[in-house]
């Protein structure tokens, strides 16, 4: 696979990841296993809202799709579906936001409001990036040329770990993360 497309499913996995792992704590809330820890919650949401938003959807947007928009006609409706999911990603995620507030203020009776936008928000973000890896890699490299790849590659490798972000902000939190979530997701007390 084309490196660019590498970095891009590597991202993949680690959202995907970070999904997998809330929505562990939440069911383990469900059978009485655990109890709700808003800190590791606020934590895991804003890694999930800010890094697809700040790190990973603009590369999407501003060298890949911008590419394949030029070579494929075929891709068009596809890019234009993600790139309406990318500009609704952050109301979706200020919805999950807003469910845990009510969950934190309401106690047990908030828990299903909670459970069910966290629910939504991931079955969605699941689509988006399968669609992703489906229909638009395949695309990307049947119509991609050699000279369109090296400009998306140069963008893709002129940052060289994105996900330190500015001073390290995402790995940091991604490392406080691990550290308070009960195992198996983390190294906190199951
Ligand atoms: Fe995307
Ligand atoms: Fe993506």
């Known amino acids: 696979m084309n490196k660019s497309l590498d970095i891009i499913h590597a991202e993949h996995r680690a959202i995907a ?3 997998h792992g809330l929505r562990q704590i939440v069911a383990g809330i469900e059978k009485g296993r655990l109890k709700p820890d808003f800190e590791l919650f606020r934590a895991m949401i804003e890694y999930i809202d800010k890094v ?4 990973h959807h603009p590369k999407e947007d501003q060298y890949l799709f911008a590419r394949l928009r030029e070579r494929s006609a075929e891709a068009l409706p596809v890019i234009e579906l993600l790139e309406a999911e990318h500009r609704i990603g ?8 807003a469910a845990m507030q009510q969950y934190e203020q ?5 828990f299903a409001g909670f459970q069910a936008a966290v629910t939504k928000y ?3 973000e699941w689509k988006h990036m399968n669609t992703e890896e489906h229909e638009i890699f395949p695309l990307a490299e049947k119509h991609l040329t050699a000279e369109d790849w090296a400009v998306i590659d140069a963008a893709f490798l002129s940052n060289e770990n994105p996900w330190k972000g500015d001073a390290g902000q995402y790995e940091k939190l991604f490392t406080k993360i691990v550290n308070i979530a009960p195992a198996p997701v983390g190294l906190g007390p199951g």
Request: no cysteine; charged share 35%.
């Open 90 to 97: 952050d109301a979706r995620i200020r919805e999950v936001e």
């Open 52 to 55: 697809p938003e700040k790190v």
């Open 17 to 19: 990841a970070m999904m």
């Open 122 to 124: 991931i079955e969605a």
């Open 106 to 110: 309401s106690g047990a009776a908030g």
